[in-house]
T-cell receptor
Framework: DAGVIQSPRHEVTEMGQEVTLRCKPISGHNSLFWYRQTMMRGLELLIYFNNNVPIDDSGMPEDRFSAKMPNASFSTLKIQPSEPRDSAVYFC????????????FGPGTRLTVT | AQTVTQSQPEMSVQEAETVTLSCTYDTSESDYYLFWYKQPPSRQMILVIRQEAYKQQNATENRFSVNFQKAAKSFSLKISDSQLGDAAMYFCAYRSANKIIFGKGTRLHILP
């Protein structure tokens, strides 16, 4: 298996622009998580899906952030409009019930908003 | 609400020596899992070791072992015979019912 796939790996954009981050979970995994990592705040859970349904989005910072999972093999995290304080590494992770709850992480997307 | 605390932002250890990273957590649940993840400079998150809360025996994976004290809600990671490749950020994580909480991490330096 190729593991969790994220794209792009790096994104540089200007303040005010829309940013879309993409994730393909491991085939067969039914839960998907989006995290944000910064030096100041560490690793924060933004939202997670179970069987394509958003279960907990309490970590989403504000209305500028939205996430979708239209099918079991694809999810997006969108920021519109982006701001410099959104600069961070965004991770996607997936898991399958029964795997002792281990999460498999993607390589992350490093977002820089100027 | 569950919390995970790693009280050591940074630690250093001499190569070949042993180091222990501490982690405490707070929960009212009885069924949960605990993990240690490693994040090297490549930033890829790698699972190091896991512990089921219902198991009293401490988990071990080669040079990595944990000291799980359920009553004290403590879950420390011991790395024996430290190697240069062990240099990384280490995150302690708690998980139950499909939700996972990470500590702030401990940056481990290996001194040659």
């Amino acid at each position: 298996d190729a593991g969790v796939i994220q794209s792009p790996r790096h994104e540089v954009t200007e303040m005010g622009q829309e940013v879309t981050l993409r994730c393909k979970p491991i085939s067969g995994h039914n839960s998907l998580f989006w995290y944000r990592q910064t030096m100041m705040r560490g690793l924060e859970l933004l939202i997670y899906f179970n069987n394509n349904v958003p279960i907990d989005d309490s970590g989403m910072p504000e209305d500028r952030f939205s996430a979708k999972m239209p099918n079991a093999s694809f999810s997006t995290l969108k920021i519109q409009p982006s701001e410099p304080r959104d600069s961070a590494v965004y991770f996607c992770a997936s898991t399958r019930t029964g795997d002792n709850y281990e999460q498999y992480f993607g390589p992350g997307t490093r977002l820089t908003v100027t | 609400a569950q919390t995970v605390t790693q009280s050591q932002p940074e630690m250093s250890v001499q190569e070949a020596e042993t180091v222990t990273l501490s982690c405490t957590y707070d929960t009212s649940e009885s069924d949960y899992y605990l993990f240690w993840y490693k994040q090297p400079p490549s930033r890829q998150m790698i699972l190091v070791i896991r512990q089921e809360a219902y198991k009293q025996q401490n988990a071990t994976e080669n040079r990595f072992s944990v000291n799980f004290q359920k009553a004290a809600k403590s879950f420390s990671l011991k790395i024996s015979d430290s190697q240069l490749g062990d240099a990384a950020m280490y995150f302690c994580a708690y998980r139950s019912a499909n939700k996972i909480i990470f500590g702030k991490g401990t940056r481990l330096h290996i001194l040659p």
